[in-house]
């Protein structure tokens, strides 16, 4: 077999893994390793990042060492490859005694082209010094971004494989991720000790998702009715939620409104899991309803929509997720449920974070995530300009392209809105401001004694819903403030003062969500 494969990158892609021709990057990430240069490569899931570095392996000699922490994706890989004829192991805690030390013996005596290792053996003290005594093609570092703290899979256990690079100085490096920010990846960078890496950053577009965001108002109701809209036929797709309770709720809704849906989480008995996982694969089931669990792995290609019912925490997650639709390249969808309150909580859970710095770093991915949800501008920018890779047309396929926000002169309303919050001592949250605003008249009201303030039922001209994005963009636009230490309290800012006294002419969004617009006062 080996004998019949060519000795070039392109033969090998022909002969040992039967594709025509290499993706783009693919041939220049390759040229670079085979010279033996390091190198850094960020590519999208599903982009093909494994041939970057199982074709040198097989071109290289010695054994190409691949450090990865998916432990369930080293099973699939290797046995991909010896489906290939590629002579390829694993060696993992999942291994019993008898077959490491088979697998060792093969490392031992040259007969492996790769072996992938969990960075918990890896760093096993006489492995690594075995290790050196070896010829090594390569060092592939999968899913880099776990060796960095401001990445958002910080693995303790990948800290230490930036020490490698000064175990082995002459064997070539190549990291690898699907996902890293600018910060992240001067990071990972710094921490693997690349030497003049060769960086190569494919585009993270996706251009047949096309990505909606709408104001979370009634969402299971919002879920149906996207579900309905897109027609009778029965098509995949997943919907994130982020707690198990909720997903057990909307997967036994949408069962109950005749849909064939499954729920998945980590708190299911690993046979549920993996069948649900397995029967959607085969499409036996339309719709699986889970936590970000459910996701390693998932290779389907005719996933025609994602749904986040709950705002993720970071950017990095949500293009992780969305990207699971449309790999078939067919036109697929992208909806997220954005709802003010998933921000309370959501920043709660940061500010609740022991560590600061990881504080630091996921309230700022935090806010980027909620800059995503409120921008007015072409998510498709907002989103690729996130990965650093600027863009200079808007898209036409996201909800602000094909249905661009129409704006109004706020500046009354805005007037109103600021000034309410400051009668009510800056002492109360959203709802109960658009409450007094709209003038209603209920016990916590007449309690508080509210009906009393100037400021009581001023704003009767717009609905709850329509004040409750007129504060909303106020926040965005740092005219007001929600306390999170405090109950997610409304306090003005200084800039507020500049709308309070004239000085500004306010221009907002209409509220863009026809969902809602009907909802109960203060619904
Ligand atoms: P990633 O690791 O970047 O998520 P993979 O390496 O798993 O992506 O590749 C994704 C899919 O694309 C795999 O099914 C792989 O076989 C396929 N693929 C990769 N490169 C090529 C190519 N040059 N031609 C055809 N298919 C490819
Ligand atoms: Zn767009």
């Not at 703290?149 to 002459?170: K, V």
């Not at 009715?225 to 997903?247: D, H, M, P, T």
């Not at 990965?387 to 036409?396: H, I, K, P, Q």
């Not at 007094?436 to 509210?450: A, F, P, S």
Request: glycine share 8%.
């Amino acid at each position: 077999m080996a004998s019949e494969r060519a000795n070039t990158p392109l033969g090998v892609l022909q002969s040992v893994f039967g594709y025509e021709v290499f993706r783009s990057h693919q041939a220049d990430i390759i040229e670079d390793v085979m010279a033996g240069q390091d190198c850094f490569v960020l590519m999208p899931t599903g982009g093909g990042k494994s041939l970057c570095y199982q074709v040198p392996a097989i071109l290289r000699s010695g054994t190409a060492i691949v450090v990865s922490p998916l432990i369930a994706l080293m099973q699939d890989q290797v046995s991909a490859l010896k489906a290939n004829g590629v002579k390829a192991a694993y060696y993992n805690s999942t291994l019993d005694v008898q077959t490491a030390d088979q697998v060792l013996m093969q490392l031992h005596t040259g007969q492996l082209d790769l072996l992938y290792v969990s960075p918990e053996r890896l760093f096993n003290h006489t492995f690594l010094q075995q290790l050196q005594q070896l010829p090594i093609a390569l060092f592939a570092i999968d899913e880099a971004h776990c060796v960095s703290q401001w990445g958002h899979d910080f693995r303790p256990e990948y800290r230490q494989i930036g020490q490698l690079r000064t175990f082995f100085p002459q064997v070539p490096f190549i990291a690898l991720t699907a996902t890293a920010d600018e910060a992240t990846r001067q990071d990972i960078l710094q921490r693997l000790h690349l030497q003049q890496p060769k960086v190569h950053i494919s585009s993270f577009d996706r251009p047949n998702i096309r990505y909606t965001v709408l104001e979370k108002r009634q969402p299971m109701k919002q879920l149906l009715r996207f579900l309905e809209a897109r027609g009778e036929v029965q098509e995949s797709g997943i919907v994130y939620c982020l707690s198990r309770k909720r997903v057990e709720e909307v997967a036994s809704q949408l069962q109950a409104g005749g849909y064939n849906a499954q729920a998945y989480h980590a708190g299911l008995p690993g046979e549920v899991r993996h069948s649900v996982h397995q029967r959607f694969i085969r499409d036996e089931v339309d719709i699986v309803v889970a936590t970000v669990a459910f996701g390693m792995g998932i290779d389907k290609p005719n996933v025609r929509f994602v749904v986040h019912y709950d705002l993720p925490k970071n950017i990095e997650g949500y293009y992780q997720e969305t990207g699971r639709a449309g790999r078939d390249g067919l036109a697929s969808e992208a909806l997220l449920l954005y709802g003010a309150q998933d921000v309370v909580t959501a920043r709660h859970f940061v500010e609740n974070q022991p560590d600061e710095h990881q504080r630091r770093v996921e309230g700022f991915k935090l806010s980027s995530m909620v800059d995503f949800a409120e921008s007015q501008t072409c998510r498709r920018r907002v989103l690729l300009n996130y990965f650093s890779e600027a863009t200079d047309s808007d898209c036409g396929n996201c909800d602000i392209c094909l249905n661009p926000p129409e704006f109004f002169d706020a500046t009354v309303s805005a007037q109103k809105a600021l000034s309410c919050v400051y009668r009510l001592n800056q002492g109360y949250g959203l709802r109960h401001v658009v409450e007094v605003l709209r003038g209603q008249d209920n016990e916590r009201i007449r309690q508080l004694n509210h009906q009393a303030l100037s400021t009581y039922g001023i704003g009767r001209e717009h609905s709850a819903a329509e004040w409750d994005s007129i504060l909303r963009q106020l926040i965005h636009l740092g005219y007001l403030l929600q306390d999170i230490q405090q109950y997610s309290v409304l306090r003005l800012t200084e800039k507020a003062g500049e709308v309070l006294k004239g000085q500004v002419c306010l221009q907002l969004a209409k509220p863009r969500n026809p969902i809602g617009k009907t909802t109960r006062p203060g619904g």
